[in-house]
């Protein structure tokens, strides 16, 4: 039994980090499974209720057959090795490698990395690929099981068929998107000696309990779109629904019964419209598109006319929010939300008629990925996705802070009690030990979407509460070098959201996966010259 002083303590606080479900809005719902399914051109729907097509989809993308996975053991605890090993899986292709060549991390990041790994080491079109073919690169990709010790501890004995390629004789470069993106800085901060350039993209690297900042950027995002009209009627639709759910009694029966069918009345507030926020899950990763649950198909269902300023008043806020709980998707998505939270039957209005109708949309989420991403953030990153209040709203009051919250005492009974699960997730001691959205590891470049509701915790955030005055600048900086706090090596995507350096096909990312190719032929030369044994002529790259 590991004692809770040797959990919590200070220098595992950033390294106890886990597998995660990937940074989504509703954590049941795999966000890494859409942004690779957005990257392969897998609309919405399929990958929700087909995510095994994303693997097909890669592998026959690819050369066509499977590429093997790989394991090493890794200490549970790199400072106790009593407490023994397990058996982490990697991905290798030498496809384009040249000796020489520079070994290129994928960090996998949340869950299963098999997917990634078949997606992005598996063909020769794709951003990863691209890096390969032009550094003559080793592609690696990892799946992160729990510390940030474990790349460091795998890559220094890394060797392929015999050859030395750890740290010492070839540059390791680390990639990585969102939850990774964090992951790739943290590990250049940490880790200088074992990687020696790093791409961070989408990495919301500061730690904050309060996220509702999150659903201003969907806001942003649609009205960029031309949905704004839209995102006023979702805005009386939830406003609506809030009036009938205070009145409580038959008022708030009807409504759930409107959207859930008559099973459904004794879910809470909260748990009903955390449902209905599914409507948004595709956002960050397809924009307002993604399909025929997308926003753009949604708001077009709700006013075909995209009236500027929406619809509500004019047909009627109740008669619209009738409209919305009859769009056909609808249902869809409260039956997943209710299926990823109880025992994978949710059956809301009978909507498969072969089996029970049962409409419960509390519970525990049940896949192990989830649980561990839930114990993360529950304990040290916050992002609690409550409701962006105020005349943007785009959920239910009910998606409070302090709904958010609940789902952590729920998910974990007992926790907080015995001492395990804070009262809230320690965000600020997280930063103060990770440094947030301050650190500036040498040899990283930043991207972001514009519209990325993940930006606003990346050090390329422009919030309001966000430290002031940093100027986000293209200009390479030197190998190795730092720049000062107000200087950050980065690019915002015009338009895009999370991850779209991923995505060959979206052009607008050109710029940045650019820039971090132009970085790492200014930075490559240095790390050669460093590491050239002593009379040896110094090669360039
Ligand atoms: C490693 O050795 C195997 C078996 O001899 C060979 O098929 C493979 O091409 C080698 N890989 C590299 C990168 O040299
Ligand atoms: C959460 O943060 C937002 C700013 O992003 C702020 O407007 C709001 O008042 C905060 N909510 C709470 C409950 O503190
Ligand atoms: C059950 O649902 C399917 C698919 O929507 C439909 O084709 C079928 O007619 C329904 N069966 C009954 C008995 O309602
Ligand atoms: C409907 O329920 C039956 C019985 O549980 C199940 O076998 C079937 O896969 C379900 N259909 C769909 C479309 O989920
Ligand atoms: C955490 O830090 C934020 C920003 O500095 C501050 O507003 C908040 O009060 C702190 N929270 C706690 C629990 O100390
Ligand atoms: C930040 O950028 C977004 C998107 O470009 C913009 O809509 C928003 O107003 C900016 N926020 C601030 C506080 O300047």
Redo the contacts with the bound molecule.
């Keep these: 039994m590991v004692s809770l002083t040797h959990i919590f303590s200070k220098a595992l606080l950033t390294l106890l980090v886990g597998q995660s479900a990937a940074l989504s809005f509703l954590p049941g719902i795999k966000a890494n499974n859409l942004q690779l399914a957005s990257v392969l051109g897998i609309d919405g729907h399929t990958a929700r209720f087909n995510p095994e097509k994303i693997a097909e989809t890669a592998i026959s993308r690819g050369s066509g057959s499977e590429v093997p996975a790989r394991r090493i053991s890794i200490p549970i605890d790199h400072e106790d090795p009593s407490m023994g090993t397990y058996q982490n899986r990697y991905w290798v292709s030498a496809d384009f490698y040249k000796p020489g060549g520079p070994v290129f991390v994928l960090d996998a990041g949340e869950g299963n990395a098999y997917s990634v790994a078949q997606s992005y080491l598996g063909g020769s079109d794709n951003f990863f690929a691209e890096y390969l073919k032009e550094f003559n690169g080793l592609g690696l990709v990892w799946e992160h099981r729990q510390a940030l010790a474990d790349l460091p501890y795998f890559a220094e004995k890394f060797t392929l068929n015999g050859t030395d390629l750890s740290p010492k004789s070839s540059p390791w470069i680390m990639l990585g998107g969102s939850y990774p993106g964090m992951r790739a800085a943290f590990t250049r901060n940490e880790y200088p000696d074992t990687i020696f350039a790093s791409f961070a993209m989408s990495a919301p690297v500061e730690a904050r309990v309060n996220m509702t900042i999150y659903f201003e950027q969907v806001y ?1 995002g649609m009205v ?1 779109n031309g949905l704004g009209g839209c995102a006023k009627d979702l805005k009386a639709i939830n406003d609506y629904i809030d009036s009938q759910l205070d009145k409580k009694g038959q008022a708030a029966d009807a409504i759930k019964t409107l959207f859930l069918g008559k099973e459904g009345i004794h879910n809470s507030n909260g748990d009903f419209t955390a449902a209905l926020g599914s409507i948004y899950n595709l956002f960050q990763s397809y924009g307002v598109d993604g399909g025929e649950e997308s926003l753009s198909q949604l708001c077009s269902y709700l006013d075909k006319g995209a009236s500027p300023n929406g619809i509500a008043r004019k047909i009627g806020v109740k008669e619209l929010t009738e409209k919305f709980a009859a769009w056909p998707p609808l249902l869809y998505l409260i039956n997943q939300w209710g299926s990823q939270v109880g025992n994978g039957d949710s059956n809301c209005k009978g909507q498969n008629n072969s089996t029970e109708t049962v409409c419960e949309l509390g519970g525990q989420f049940t896949d192990p990925d989830t649980i561990s991403w839930t114990w993360q953030y529950c304990t040290e990153w916050g992002y609690l996705q409550a409701d962006n209040v105020g005349p943007h709203s785009l959920l239910s009051k009910y998606q409070s802070l302090e709904y958010q919250q609940s789902l952590c005492y729920r998910q974990f009974p007992g926790a907080k009690e015995s001492g395990l699960l804070p009262e809230h997730p320690e965000a600020n001691e997280t930063n103060a030990e990770t440094g947030g959205w301050t650190i500036r590891p040498s040899n990283v470049f930043w991207s972001a979407g ?2 990325d509701p993940w930006r606003t915790l990346t050090p390329l955030s ?3 509460f966000a430290p002031k005055g940093v100027q986000i600048s293209t200009n390479i900086p030197k190998c190795g070098v730092e720049t000062p706090e107000n200087v950050l090596f980065g690019y ?1 995507i015009p338009r895009a959201e999370h991850c779209f350096d991923y995505d060959l096909s979206y052009k607008p990312a050109d710029k940045s996966r650019k820039l971090f190719s132009l970085a790492l032929k200014k930075w490559l030369p240095c790390w050669r010259s460093e590491h050239a044994p002593k009379g040896v002529q110094r090669k360039w790259i």
Excluded: I, K, S, Y
């Design positions: 942003r960029a514009e519209f422009n919030e309001t915002v």
